[in-house]
């Protein structure tokens, strides 16, 4: 944590925990799904996203923690154009990719939770509970633990007792996890107001995990992939407005897809029990659909492939159009020197019967490699080409 941070003393959000005494109905839920998107959202845009990138140097390469990096590779990909970098430089899109690296921030390490800031002896309890129950069904393994939290929180007087810990804890996780990227964008610590903000989204978040883990329905989070191929389900928050020539003349060639370049929200669903009758079955409601930003992409998947993993593109030193040409010398170097070698080992065994001076029959193999260097020299400045391209992206959408 910063040193700075410790200094910082939010004060704890007032949320109903008196309205989890009984079972918030699914519309509750959805509204509190919506209001905590929207205030991860605003949090974003009145912060990390209200600056536009001044440095050259490339966003990604920035000494980020391995869960920021892990999380970004399962919620975004590049367009067509391959261009890792927009995604940061992208105001819209670096918003964007931080919403769903916050929620799915927020999804392991609060909802995830069987109750959020539990103590350790009822937190064990419901661990060996659930694994004693891995095989029974899913609705009874969730009303047990919801008997068994309700049982628990009536003792606590409704508030587990590390609650607001565990709140603390993961707002602290959450700036260090977006430090080196907001230190690079001139917002080096949040303000007082900024990190208030921030704790107030990870206690609703927290009351949410409560809301859920003291009902007997199953709830259910679900990342839409990135590149997967974009669904009437999915809910469009943004799109890539004006594909690099390039890559979309590309693309015109064969037939284009709309596919999933971020994901910002998850689908979240609920699932009850449901009897009719004789019969028995399952009602689902969506509490929230999957949020997207789209892009024009290749028909087929093989079409569509990522040739530059986030890891590549991260690890890489050089500009993509030059690795091409350093492969090429590298490759001249090697074969040159594999040339050099068994000219002087061919000397050694041979050259006893040859009529050549000492000087001449030292110098020969060293003549030959430079003779084979300038070879490849000539055909790598004749055949390799090394393209600049400018390409600007329209980025202008509207968050709702």
Same mark, same amino acid.
């Given at each position: ?76 990909? +590049? ?163 004006? +594909? ?64 530059? +993993? ?91």
């Amino acid at each position: 944590m910063p040193r700075q941070l410790k200094t910082f003393q939010p004060s704890q959000r007032k949320l109903p925990f008196s309205e989890l005494q009984g079972d918030i109905p699914d519309e509750g839920h959805q509204e509190a799904f919506e209001l905590l998107y929207s205030e991860i959202n605003k949090f974003l845009k009145d912060g990390i996203c209200r600056k536009a990138a001044s440095s050259k140097k490339s966003l990604w390469k920035l000494k980020h923690p391995k869960e920021f990096l892990s999380f970004a590779r399962m919620v975004a990909r +590049p367009g067509a154009d391959g261009e890792w970098e927009k995604l940061l430089r992208s105001r819209p899109y670096r918003c964007a990719l931080l919403s769903g690296v916050m929620m799915m921030m927020l999804e392991k390490h609060v909802f995830s939770d069987l109750l959020f800031g539990a103590g350790p002896e009822h937190a064990e309890l419901l661990r060996m509970e659930d694994n004693s129950m891995i095989n029974v069904e899913g609705f009874r393994r969730t009303a047990l633990r919801a008997d068994t939290n309700r049982v628990y929180l009536e003792a606590t007087g409704g508030v587990p007792p590390l609650f607001w810990k565990r709140v603390d804890k993961i707002t602290a996780q959450i700036v260090t996890l977006l430090s080196p990227l907001s230190a690079a964008l001139g917002e080096d610590v949040p303000s007082p107001s900024s990190y208030q903000a921030l704790h107030d989204i990870v206690a609703l978040a927290g009351w949410l995990n409560l809301a859920i883990r003291l009902s007997p329905k199953i709830t259910v989070f679900e990342w839409v992939q990135p590149g997967e191929t974009y669904q009437h389900s999915h809910l469009c928050v943004g799109e890539e407005k004006t +594909p690099s020539s390039a890559s979309y003349d590309k693309i015109q060639d064969h037939r284009s897809r709309t596919r999933v370049m971020i994901s910002t929200a998850p689908k979240i669903s609920r699932h009850a029990h449901a009897v009719k009758g004789y019969f028995t079955g399952t009602a689902t409601y969506e509490v929230m659909q999957p949020h997207v930003v789209t892009y024009t992409g290749g028909y087929t998947d093989w079409d569509d492939k990522l040739e530059v +993993p986030l890891q590549n593109h991260i690890s890489s030193r050089f500009p993509l159009s030059s690795i091409g040409l350093l492969s090429l010398v590298i490759n001249a170097v090697r074969l040159v020197a594999l040339l050099s070698l068994v000219g002087v080992l061919g000397l050694m065994v041979f050259g006893a019967g040859l009529s050549l001076p000492g000087r001449d029959l030292i110098l020969l193999p060293i003549r030959l490699s430079f003779r084979s260097l300038k070879w490849w020299l000539n055909m790598i400045l004749r055949h390799s080409e090394v393209n600049a391209q400018f390409k600007v992206v329209n980025t202008s959408w509207s968050w709702k």
